[in-house]
């Protein structure tokens, strides 16, 4: 687990580090005359960048101060081709895939890999805000069902000061 990074100077930084880095080792390279498959130097790009980009978020949610635990499906772990079983949901039609964090547990397990020792599974949750939609009384009275029902009992749910303002059709 991760805090995020709301600071847009230290965010542009680090993409700027990493694009450095990049460039270097390809002109490094251009100049010894190693040839490097593009493919492959793409991919660790991407795969380093997105290392990183997922722990950034707009200066504008800090209030959240939101922390994330990142599953990636890296290969270089899975070698033995175990893999968290993938589950889906549906969403405007289209199928969304997803893993459980239990399933991810599991594996970390059987590999071997650390697993946090904490009794609770529970994060530390402490408010959560129904955002502004229609049937706003119903949902909030859903999440608090939903929270008890998972454990959290102490988890305060109110609805969002933010007034709803319905999409109307042209």
Not at 45 to 69: C, G, M, Q, S
Not at 74 to 98: E, S
Not at 135 to 148: G, I, Q
Not at 154 to 159: I, L
Request: with cysteine.
């Amino acid at each position: 687990m991760r805090n995020l990074n709301y600071k847009g100077e230290e965010q542009s930084k680090i993409v700027a580090i990493i694009l450095h880095v990049y460039l270097i080792i390809m002109e490094w390279n251009q100049q010894k005359g190693i040839e490097i498959e593009e493919d492959i130097f793409q991919k660790s790009l991407i795969t380093n960048l997105y290392r990183h980009i997922v722990f950034l978020k707009n200066p504008a949610f800090l209030d959240e101060k939101e922390v994330r635990w990142v599953y990636t499906e890296d290969q270089k772990m899975f070698d033995d081709g175990t893999l968290a079983p993938k589950h889906f949901r549906v969403d405007h039609n289209i199928l969304i895939p997803y893993v459980t964090t239990i399933d991810i547990i599991n594996i970390f397990k059987l590999k071997g890999l650390p697993v946090s020792n904490s009794k609770s599974r529970l994060l530390p949750l402490r408010e959560v805000i129904v955002g502004p939609q229609e049937n706003a009384d119903l949902v909030e009275c859903s999440v608090r069902e939903f929270l008890e029902g998972k454990g959290y009992h102490s988890v305060t749910v109110k609805k969002s000061n933010v007034p709803f303002r319905p999409t109307r059709p042209y």
